[in-house]
Every structure is written in structure tokens, then in C-alpha cells.
Nanobody, 119 residues
Framework: QVQLVESGGGLVQPGGSLRLSCAAS????????MGWYRQAPGEQRELVAT?????NTNYADPVKGRFTISRGKNAVYLQMSSLKFEDTAVYYC???????????????WGRGTQVTVSS
């Protein structure tokens, strides 16, 4: 019913920038919030940033001051600056949404986009 598709990942040098995008499509009535998570090899998936569709944001400590999350109607973006080696991970898009007016809130995930920070 609902798909989340990430784009914008790639290889970047330390100190560089990337902008990730996530587009949600399908049977969406309303989106409560969207966010970005990341997972490095052998590590737990961790929160990067979240945003409600009325604009409230939350950032993980390691990315505060370097990353900025923003939103569209059915989209979320992550502007990443001053990238570090430790930012290397697969970045996943997440959405909490309703597919019907009186439906429950459901959790959806994209398949991820690779970000590699290397010199």
C-alpha cells in the first residue's frame, strides 16, 4: 500500500555534504511524522533525526549542528554537512502514517541508501 523510497546517498569526502531525499507514495491519508535512521555494519540501527508534519524536529546528539531535517507533504529530506568517517552507514527513511481517516497509525520503512564518508 505504502512505499518509501530514499535517494541521494553516495561517496563523499570528510567535511563534505550530501542531501538525502525520501518520497512516500501509495494509500496515504495523513503522515504523523517522518525521520531518518542509520545503521553501520555490525551496529544497531540508530535515530538520526525526526520531524512531525507540523515542523517539530528531534536530532541525535552526534549530528546536532551538522544535519538538518526538513519536510514536504509526503517527503522528508536530510541535509548533511561537515560529514565525518563515523557517519558512514545505510540511511533509512521512516514514516508514521494513517492510510485511512479512522485508521490506526502504522510504521513504514524504506530500503535504505548508502552513505560512505572516505578520503
Amino acid at each position: 500500500q505504502v512505499q518509501l523510497v530514499e535517494s541521494g546517498g553516495g561517496l563523499v569526502q570528510p567535511g563534505g555534504s550530501l542531501r538525502l531525499s525520501c518520497a512516500a507514495s501509495g494509500s496515504i491519508f495523513s503522515i504523523i511524522g517522518m525521520g531518518w535512521y542509520r545503521q553501520a555494519p555490525g551496529e544497531q540501527r540508530e535515530l538520526v533525526a525526526t520531524i512531525t508534519m507540523d515542523g517539530n524536529t528531534n536530532y541525535a546528539d552526534p549530528v546536532k549542528g551538522r544535519f538538518t531535517i526538513s519536510r514536504g507533504k509526503n517527503a522528508v529530506y536530510l541535509q548533511m554537512s561537515s560529514l565525518k568517517f563515523e557517519d558512514t552507514a545505510v540511511y533509512y527513511c521512516n514514516a508514521d502514517l494513517r492510510t485511512r481517516r479512522w485508521g490506526t497509525i502504522e510504521d513504514y520503512w524504506g530500503r535504505g541508501t548508502q552513505v560512505t564518508v572516505s578520503s
